[in-house]
């Protein structure tokens, strides 16, 4: 039991949604444990379902949802050893041994082949910096246009209620 505790504690829950489409043949969990998404084996798509590497890396965004996962290729893969970005959609997890916390793993599927990986990405410092700083911008952006359209529907609003309050009493 402590050692179920410690697992729970230590572990990011996140919801299926957030974790892109799941396969056809996998039913959604609802629930997935990024301790245990981290290091599962990660496949091509495909008739060959080649294993590449393993999960590196969780991305979350600002609304704590997962926005990507960060793969290390294998070094004796054809992609050689490199960290890639993976956006969330462009990967599916499926579950085994679901009912059993301790046994419960995962595997990854990358929805593209060899090339579209080597064409992701690379998860870098000056990758993050960027990503960093175009979310930032992207969050603030968003922010000043909820502000202007609730300014903008406020105004609208009041002159409406003045007008109807003058078509009401137009001598006062």
Do not use: C
């Amino acid at each position: 039991m402590a050692r179920k505790a410690q697992r729970l504690t230590g572990t990011l829950l996140v919801t299926a949604g957030l974790l892109g489409a799941t396969p056809a043949l996998a039913a959604p969990q609802g629930l997935y444990s990024s301790s245990e998404l981290m290091d599962a084996e990660v496949y091509l798509q495909g008739s060959d379902q080649r294993r590449i590497g393993e999960v590196e890396d969780i991305l979350l965004g600002e609304n704590m949802g997962v926005q990507a996962v960060v793969i290390e290729t294998d070094d004796d893969s054809e992609l050689g050893e490199h960290e890639y970005v993976i956006n969330k959609g462009d990967f599916t997890v499926q579950t085994t041994n679901e009912d059993n916390l301790d046994e419960l793993s995962y595997r990854v599927t990358v929805n593209m082949d060899e090339a579209q990986v080597s064409n992701q990405a690379e998860y870098t410092n000056d990758w993050w910096q960027n990503a960093k700083r175009d979310a930032a911008q992207a969050w603030e952006s968003t922010r000043e246009s909820a502000s202007s359209a609730w300014q903008s529907t406020r105004e609208a609003t009041s002159s409406l209620l003045k007008k109807a309050s003058d078509a009401i009493s137009p001598d006062q």
